[in-house]
């Protein structure tokens, strides 16, 4: 079984920084892509990041926050992060990290399911 448990979330002014980490349990940490996803009050959930298996491998980013978010893992201590700056009120969501069903990003990396575990998530609001 795996767990994994998001962080790291809060209130923040717009331009601001925050730095979600994920943290996950079991030994196969490593072989699996990991990802990022979101999602807003009365909206559908939707696809923030992805990283492959690798550490400093291939990345996937939403075109709504590219330039601004940077997903990375470091896998010696089996966790994800998700450093996002220049936030605006519209990232307002629930942050969801999930385990990818295989070792890449692949070519469709916002299907969620293609994903297999998922955290609880965390609260990241952004006021204006």
């Known amino acids: 079984q795996v767990q994994l448990v998001e962080s790291g979330g809060g209130l923040v002014q717009a331009g601001g920084s925050l730095r979600l980490s994920c943290a996950a349990s079991?030994?196969?940490?490593?072989?699996?892509?990991m990802g990022w996803f979101r999602q807003a009050a009365g909206k559908e959930r939707e696809f923030v990041a992805a990283?492959?298996?690798?550490?400093?491998?291939?990345?996937a980013y939403a075109d709504s926050v590219k330039g601004r978010f940077t997903i990375s893992r470091d896998n010696a201590k089996n966790s994800v992060y998700l450093q996002m700056n220049s936030l605006k009120p519209e990232d307002t969501a629930v942050y969801y990290c999930?385990?990818?069903?295989?070792?890449?990003?692949?070519?469709?990396?916002?299907?969620?399911?293609?994903?297999?575990?998922w955290g609880q998530g965390t609260q990241v609001t952004v006021s204006s």
């Open positions: 999930a385990r990818r069903r295989g070792m890449d990003v692949g070519t469709t990396p916002e299907r969620s399911r293609e994903y297999d575990y």
């Open positions: 079991g030994r196969t940490f490593s072989s699996y892509a």
């Open positions: 990283i492959s298996w690798r550490s400093g491998g291939s990345t």
